[in-house]
């Protein structure tokens, strides 16, 4: 996990900034003279602003963090007010979790108010917040974004030296065909199902059940996709208290060692997230013991408590996904493989008009953009490629799938740096290459809007640079060739 590739050390760079950023937050908390549990909310709204916060510019990302207390203060307030009122209070918490889902279907910027309106209804559940206290954790939450956005957007801008990925538009779709819609509904099921047995469960921590069940659902779009999220989520969480028996319960929250190590998950949460769902969770979940720990309410059985409640959120996903307007693992796989060949057909499109004399061509953007979908690609398929798959005839055809598109990108990167050479040319063999790529993809799409090959009006007979460039272009026709039999064959990849 640790020693997986790390381009430009970009992870690590992202870890280490959230570990100051939050670090200035808190500290700033504690000398404005404000509470703990107020220190403690302004450390998560740190946290929060710097994880989720995902534009895919600068500016974006700006805006998006500024927009964060316009929605998560009025959320906040209303937990507050609705306090004693539980009827309520639950009722208020389900409108704001299907606002928050259904935002999704904005993008990046969606997503993000999503996630924090949420949390900031999480967190006056968590510490109890009476409506004297509001005012308090309001002023921990603005001072706490202050500081993280001085780190992030001042400090340590990582983004102005590092072009971020591009970003996998979300799925499309009009009413209840758009998966955020249906997911909006799913969630508030799930998350009624986690309310009613998680206060059978504890009338105090019934909320680590709903918030077990917003999170399997951030970032995922099939049933089997939550279902492996919601397995995973119990991995993480098992393995977690496990860690927090050994190490939160015998600081009895000692705030030195404990700081240590609660900057330890933080940095092991950001520098897991994008491999391992199951680590990311083992640290939120060692996390939330030391925090537990630190407002001196830690114990075993607490901890117990934290396993049950997250089996009857895993438990109440699960259920919803099968039954409340169902997505099923095909219907979103074939989604980003067509998406996935589309950008494999820009991306050699744009290297041959670079490669032919277009300065305008950027096959570069259409590498990245490609390495995006591919992600998504491997989440959608994350539950036929699972090792507790029992089928595993699908599975095998899923590996295959996984296999020939992942060979697809390498040779559209290796492409998309041969045009990027000022001295690289193509000679007649290269338009005639690129021209079976399109008829390739095509093959496996069933045709496609337009051609965008056109052949260029001069062209030199022979180039050395343009070796590699048929090389590249020769695999990808070789990949796509393949890719006919998993996709369309009578075994097929389905879910």
């Given at each position: 996990m640790f020693t997986a590739p790390d381009p430009g050390l970009f992870r690590l760079r992202v870890s280490l900034r959230a570990v100051l950023g939050i670090g200035l937050a808190v500290t700033a908390c504690e000398m404005a003279g404000l509470s703990r549990p107020a220190s403690i909310t302004g450390g998560l709204a740190a946290l929060l602003a710097l994880f989720t916060v995902a534009d895919p510019t600068v500016r974006g990302q700006a805006v998006t963090t500024a927009l964060l207390p316009v929605v998560g203060l009025p959320v906040l307030a209303l937990a507050t007010t609705l306090h004693g009122a539980p009827a309520l209070r639950d009722a208020a918490w389900l409108a704001v979790i299907f606002t928050g889902v259904y935002a999704r279907r904005w993008g990046p910027l969606g997503h993000a108010l999503g996630v924090f309106a949420f949390m900031t209804f999480f967190v006056a559940l968590l510490l109890h917040v009476v409506p004297g206290r509001l005012p308090e954790l309001c002023a921990a939450v603005m001072l706490s974004l202050g500081a993280a956005s001085v780190v992030r957007f001042g400090v340590w801008c990582i983004e102005r030296r590092t072009p971020l990925p591009v970003a996998a538009a979300p799925l499309d779709g009009r009413g209840?065909?758009?998966?955020?819609?249906?997911?909006?509904?799913?969630?508030?099921?799930?998350?009624?199902?986690?309310?009613?047995?998680?206060?059978?469960?504890?009338?105090?921590?019934?909320?680590?059940?709903?918030?077990?069940?917003?999170?399997?659902?951030?970032?995922?779009?099939?049933?089997?996709?939550?279902?492996?999220?919601?397995?995973?989520?119990?991995?993480?969480?098992?393995?977690?208290?496990?860690?927090?028996?050994?190490?939160?319960?015998?600081?009895?929250?000692?705030?030195?060692?404990?700081?240590?190590?609660?900057?330890?998950?933080?940095?092991?949460?950001?520098?897991?997230?994008?491999?391992?769902?199951?680590?990311?969770?083992?640290?939120?979940?060692?996390?939330?013991?030391?925090?537990?720990?630190?407002?001196?309410?830690?114990?075993?059985?607490?901890?117990?408590?934290?396993?049950?409640?997250?089996?009857?959120?895993?438990?109440?996903?699960?259920?919803?996904?099968?039954?409340?307007?169902?997505?099923?693992?095909?219907?979103?796989?074939?989604?980003?493989?067509?998406?996935?060949?589309?950008?494999?057909?820009?991306?050699?499109?744009?290297?041959?008009?670079?490669?032919?004399?277009?300065?305008?061509?950027?096959?570069?953007?259409?590498?990245?953009?490609?390495?995006?979908?591919?992600?998504?690609?491997?989440?959608?398929?994350?539950?036929?490629?699972?090792?507790?798959?029992?089928?595993?005839?699908?599975?095998?055809?899923?590996?295959?799938?996984?296999?020939?598109?992942?060979?697809?990108?390498?040779?559209?990167?290796?492409?998309a740096d041969v045009a990027a050479d000022p001295d690289a040319s193509h000679d007649t063999r290269l338009m005639d290459a690129c021209r079976r790529v399109e008829t390739a993809v095509e093959t496996l799409l069933g045709g496609l809007p337009e051609r965008v090959l056109t052949a260029p009006s001069v062209v030199p007979e022979r180039h050395p640079g343009a070796e590699q460039a048929l090389a590249h272009l020769y695999g990808l026709e070789r990949a796509l060739v393949a890719l006919a039999a998993p996709l369309h064959g009578p075994s097929a990849v389905r879910a």
């Amino acid at each position: 996990m640790f020693t997986a590739p790390d381009p430009g050390l970009f992870r690590l760079r992202v870890s280490l900034r959230a570990v100051l950023g939050i670090g200035l937050a808190v500290t700033a908390c504690e000398m404005a003279g404000l509470s703990r549990p107020a220190s403690i909310t302004g450390g998560l709204a740190a946290l929060l602003a710097l994880f989720t916060v995902a534009d895919p510019t600068v500016r974006g990302q700006a805006v998006t963090t500024a927009l964060l207390p316009v929605v998560g203060l009025p959320v906040l307030a209303l937990a507050t007010t609705l306090h004693g009122a539980p009827a309520l209070r639950d009722a208020a918490w389900l409108a704001v979790i299907f606002t928050g889902v259904y935002a999704r279907r904005w993008g990046p910027l969606g997503h993000a108010l999503g996630v924090f309106a949420f949390m900031t209804f999480f967190v006056a559940l968590l510490l109890h917040v009476v409506p004297g206290r509001l005012p308090e954790l309001c002023a921990a939450v603005m001072l706490s974004l202050g500081a993280a956005s001085v780190v992030r957007f001042g400090v340590w801008c990582i983004e102005r030296r590092t072009p971020l990925p591009v970003a996998a538009a979300p799925l499309d779709g009009r009413g209840l065909a758009r998966p955020a819609t249906r997911q909006a509904f799913q969630a508030v099921a799930a998350c009624a199902f986690a309310i009613v047995v998680g206060q059978a469960l504890s009338h105090e921590r019934w909320y680590w059940a709903v918030a077990t069940v917003w999170w399997i659902f951030v970032n995922t779009a099939s049933r089997g996709e939550t279902l492996v999220r919601g397995f995973r989520r119990v991995v993480g969480t098992v393995t977690g208290i496990a860690a927090g028996l050994l190490v939160a319960v015998p600081l009895h929250g000692d705030p030195v060692p404990s700081a240590a190590l609660v900057a330890a998950c933080v940095f092991g949460i950001f520098y897991t997230a994008a491999l391992s769902y199951s680590w990311m969770i083992f640290f939120v979940t060692v996390l939330a013991g030391l925090l537990y720990g630190v407002l001196g309410v830690l114990s075993p059985g607490l901890l117990g408590l934290r396993l049950a409640e997250t089996g009857a959120g895993a438990l109440g996903a699960a259920l919803a996904v099968a039954f409340v307007l169902p997505i099923t693992t095909h219907t979103v796989t074939d989604h980003w493989v067509c998406r996935v060949l589309r950008a494999v057909h820009d991306c050699t499109a744009a290297a041959a008009r670079r490669l032919a004399g277009d300065p305008e061509a950027d096959p570069a953007f259409r590498a990245a953009e490609l390495e995006a979908l591919l992600g998504r690609v491997h989440s959608a398929l994350a539950p036929l490629v699972h090792p507790l798959n029992p089928l595993r005839a699908r599975k095998a055809r899923a590996l295959r799938v996984l296999a020939l598109l992942d060979e697809c990108a390498h040779q559209a990167r290796g492409l998309a740096d041969v045009a990027a050479d000022p001295d690289a040319s193509h000679d007649t063999r290269l338009m005639d290459a690129c021209r079976r790529v399109e008829t390739a993809v095509e093959t496996l799409l069933g045709g496609l809007p337009e051609r965008v090959l056109t052949a260029p009006s001069v062209v030199p007979e022979r180039h050395p640079g343009a070796e590699q460039a048929l090389a590249h272009l020769y695999g990808l026709e070789r990949a796509l060739v393949a890719l006919a039999a998993p996709l369309h064959g009578p075994s097929a990849v389905r879910a």
